[in-house]
T-cell receptor, first 114, second 117 residues
């Protein structure tokens, strides 16, 4: 069975700071990787996804993530955060062999101070 | 609005009562998933359907839980004899598999927050 680990539970940073959230997964087969974001009071939204090809994927709102297969990692980055990036971020993985159900990490709460 | 919708958004019930939630997926999406999210945790998979067929159930889904998708469109999740431990956010997601769709991007609804007193 697959599992996902997010390294930080809480991150606090100031506007314009750079953000990197760690994500490692455990699964031996072919996977699809996702980052979802949940803004306060809103539902889960997709930030970006990796299916195949270029391991550096760009998503909405200036976010990007890099898939490093050898490290089973899919870290999320943003060079300069804004107050509006305050949210909870979830890394998730699916595997076609496992019914494509999403397995989520525990989430990272990010607070951006103005 | 053509997104995933869920009803009700909030449900408060007493222990031992039965509750039913509804999910309307994005039209034409053939897959429908149910997840449960408790405070401070990521969502956990409960079950999923492809069209009207329920293809997998998590071991989290006890005998008190049942889900249906009778016509391959909307789905219901029923919890019988609710317990305080059932308090959580119940999320529904839909996706399109096959027919040229790439990968499995799931679109989430707003969730139903259940509180069992």
């Amino acid at each position: 069975a697959q599992s996902v680990s997010q390294h930080n539970h809480h991150v606090i940073l100031s506007e314009a700071a750079s953000l990197e959230l760690g994500c490692n997964y455990s699964y031996g087969g072919t996977v699809n990787l996702f980052w979802y974001v949940q803004y306060p009071g809103q539902h889960l939204q997709l930030l970006l996804k990796y299916f195949s090809g270029d391991p550096l994927v760009k998503g909405i709102k200036g976010f990007e993530a890099e898939f490093i297969k050898s490290k089973f990692s899919f870290n999320l980055r943003k060079p300069s955060v804004q107050w509006s990036d305050t949210a909870e971020y979830f890394c998730a993985v699916t595997a076609q062999a496992a019914g494509n159900k999403l397995t989520f990490g525990g989430g990272t709460r990010v607070l951006v101070k103005p | 609005d053509t997104g995933v919708s869920q009803d009700p958004r909030h449900k408060i019930t007493k222990r031992g009562q039965n509750v039913t939630f509804r999910c309307d997926p994005i039209s034409e999406h053939n897959r429908l998933y149910w997840y449960r999210q408790t405070l401070g945790q990521g969502p956990e998979f409960l079950t999923y359907f492809q069209n009207e067929a329920q293809l997998e159930k998590s071991r989290l889904l006890s005998d008190r839980f049942s889900a249906e998708r009778p016509k391959g469109s909307f789905s219901t999740l029923e919890i019988q004899r609710t317990e305080q431990g059932d308090s959580a956010m119940y999320l529904c997601a839909s996706s399109l598999i096959g027919r040229g769709a790439r990968g499995n991007e799931q679109f989430f609804g707003p969730g139903t927050r259940l509180t069992v007193l």
